[in-house]
């Protein structure tokens, strides 16, 4: 192999990792969105998220809420729609806590769970919330829109 040859190797490689590195360091971007026609357009972002508690650490999750996360989301601006928890053990009654926010749009709701995240009245409360152990195994969020057939609010 010449000394040409190797050199054109090692740039090509090197152009190869500079490029996958790149790739890797941007954002992820936002997911696509594909909405059905009968979705209502200009509606709110409504925000479902589903909380699974770690064993025996839902009532800690319920207290956190009720004692202090309530009043950080109205600081923040945040809009509960409702909570709920299922009936059956079947559906997760031992484990699962769901609620709805509303927000105006994407941004808005990228926004004040940032400002949320920040706050430190919120870093303190979830730090010491978990002293014993961690409360929440999974998150899961979904984000939903008024159909065109939906009651008017």
């Known amino acids: 192999m010449t000394p040409m040859h190797i050199r054109t190797k090692i740039v090509a490689l090197s152009f190869c990792l500079i490029s996958m ?8 971007a936002p997911p696509e969105a594909a909405p059905s026609p009968s979705l209502k357009s200009g509606s709110r972002l409504y925000e479902l998220r589903t909380y699974f508690t770690m064993p025996g650490k839902l009532e800690d999750v319920h207290k956190r809420f009720r004692d202090h996360t309530m009043a950080i989301f109205a600081k923040h601006g945040m809009t509960v729609v409702g909570f709920w928890g299922p009936v059956y053990k079947k559906d997760g009654s031992e484990n699962k806590l769901v609620y709805l ?50 009651p008017a609010k």
């Open 21 to 28: 590195t790149a790739v890797r360091a941007q954002p992820p």
């Open 101 to 150: 926010l509303s927000f105006k749009d994407r941004a808005e709701r990228d926004a004040k769970w940032k400002e949320f995240a920040s706050d430190p009245e919120w870093q303190k409360v979830s730090k010491e919330s978990e002293a014993n152990g961690k409360l929440l195994e999974k998150i899961e969020s979904v984000f939903l829109s008024d159909t065109d057939y939906a």
